[in-house]
């Protein structure tokens, strides 16, 4: 049995419906904002948390919209799964105001409707993206 690393992790739309996406200093996968809960955090409020810390949006854990519960490869670990619950901030962002900050080297906004890249975390692309497209 493969290891599990407990994640949350949050969909940020840009007016253009563009998906931003993170790649973490020391790493080539780019995925959502997002992380480990703390010890007594629920995934909502890891979620809260992280999104502020990574990426300088604030949104409390009661706006974030449930998204969906996946287990995936992780991108990032070798021989690793995470189990990830993944959420929505609500309403959209303008890219310009979103900031690369904690852990994050790099920030990128997808169109969720393309083909996706190489580099994107299996957690997107056998998930999150399938998802995203069969929505109205």
Same mark, same amino acid.
């Given at each position: #049995?493969? !290891?599990?690393?407990?994640? !949350? ?10 998906? +931003?996406? &993170? ?7 780019? #995925? ?6 703390? =010890?007594?955090? !629920?995934? =909502?409020?890891?979620? !809260? ?9 604030? &949104?409390?854990?009661? =706006? +974030? ?14 021989? #690793? ?13 303008? %890219?310009?105001? &979103? ?7 790099? +920030?990128?906004?997808?169109?969720? =409707?393309?083909?996706?890249? %190489? ?12 998802? +995203?497209?069969?929505?109205?």
């Amino acid at each position: #049995m493969e !290891s599990r690393i407990v994640v !949350s992790a949050v969909c940020v739309f840009a007016h253009d419906g563009r998906l +931003l996406t &993170v790649r973490k200093r020391g790493t080539d996968r780019f #995925m959502h904002p997002g992380g480990k809960p703390e =010890a007594g955090e !629920s995934a =909502a409020d890891a979620a !809260s948390r992280e999104l502020e810390e990574e990426v300088g949006i604030v &949104v409390g854990p009661g =706006a +974030l919209e449930p998204v969906g519960a996946w287990i995936a490869r992780a991108a990032n670990e070798a021989g #690793m799964d995470i189990e990830a619950t993944v959420f929505a901030a609500p309403g959209t962002y303008d %890219p310009g105001a &979103v900031h690369a900050a904690a852990e994050i080297a790099e +920030l990128r906004w997808i169109d969720p =409707a393309a083909e996706p890249g %190489p580099d994107l975390a299996p957690l997107l692309i056998d998930h999150v993206l399938p998802l +995203l497209a069969r929505r109205p």
